[in-house]
């Protein structure tokens, strides 16, 4: 005689609560009690490996979210700037056409011969001339750039049924506007330290000693400015105003660094999500995912942006190295631009251009070669910046548990 199996809860209620091996086991005939399902997603979160559950019920508004977005994407920001300092170095003195570097923009070994002059006459430390604005710029500029990435896709993309393409371009350009609008006074002083190669007479550990960094934010200042002549500029004599006037020559070639960031932010994060989606298609996800730390039933699930597993390192650094390819090629003439402005001070005897009349100088003097100028050396560059810079950031997100 087989045994008959009761599922009313009410027998079992029944039974005295001093019994524990008379216990309903509800789990066990797959019955819903009120009190067990309320607990559900505490003992999942609390039972499972993957930190993708735990990651569920994360607020991307709270301070917490924000603050170690934050952390995340400054640590991959100065990883990936590290990671290519030297050649950052000498594709700056291409791009401004630095008058010692100048003839070898164009040459085929123009790289290896810049690399050797620069070891020559700086030694190693040379190759990071500018690094340390680098890193005091990049860590807030990336921390920023990320955040805002988070937040603004979060309002522009709350859920999957939302996900374009549109959407996530949108979202990169106002990102990188919103980060390069706030730290483009230290790119500025770091292009101009980068484009120095004067004072070969001291040696390079004691003139990095030497307040090159504040000699350098005090010549900017008073540089002469395209309000100069203005008839604002003419009201005032006292030297506070022209002081406070100084200060918008850290925003030279602001224009072109707007209208190149919507190409290259814009590009550079759509483009990394465009290949993170093919890299988790049916066909290559059981490739390119890393499921190890993932339990079955979330690896049969279709994960949302928020609660996927990562991609393996390989596959990571593959997206990246692609998102930094495209977004690089789609922005350089600005960036070209942008240089030339940058150190439009020191090259064209104070003298300030506008965007177009600098568009129209590099034209004239190389046709449009000239805005490609250094591109090789971009290429070499960006690839594996932006893909460390990813790497870094999405393995401490999943490290963060954000």
Known sequence: MSPSISTDLNDDASLPSSSPQQSPKLTSYNIEHPAVTATKPTI???????????????????????????????????????????????????????????????????LSKAAKKIFHNDGFVGFFQGHSVTLIRIFPYAAIKFVAYEQIRNLLIPSDVYETNGRRLLAGSISGIISVFCTYPLDLLRVRMAFDTKYRDQHPQKRIMNGRLLNTFASIINEPTKYQSSKIATISSSKLYHKLLGTTNFYRGFSPTIIGMIPYAGVSFWTHDFVHDIFRSKILSKFTVDYSNCSTN???????????????????????????LVSQTA???????????????????GKYYSMVQMAKIIHGERGLKGFYVGLSIGYIKVIPMVACSFFVYERMKYFLGI
């Open 44 to 110: 999942i979160a609390a039972s499972t490996k993957n930190s993708t559950a735990i990651r569920h019920n994360v607020d991307k508004t709270s301070l917490h979210y924000v603050t170690l977005t934050a952390l995340a994407g400054g640590i991959a920001g100065c990883s990936a700037k590290s990671l290519i300092a030297p050649l950052d170095r000498i594709k700056i003195l291409f791009q401004t056409s630095n008058p010692e570097f100048k003839e070898f923009s164009s040459s085929y070994f123009g």
């Open 298 to 324: 979330n690896t049969m699930q279709k994960e949302s942006h928020d609660h996927r597993p990562p991609l393996k390192a390989w596959a990571q650094l593959i997206a990246g190295g692609v998102a930094g």
């Open 331 to 349: 922005s350089y003439p600005f960036e070209v631009i942008r240089r030339r402005l940058q150190v439009g001070a020191v090259t064209n005897d």
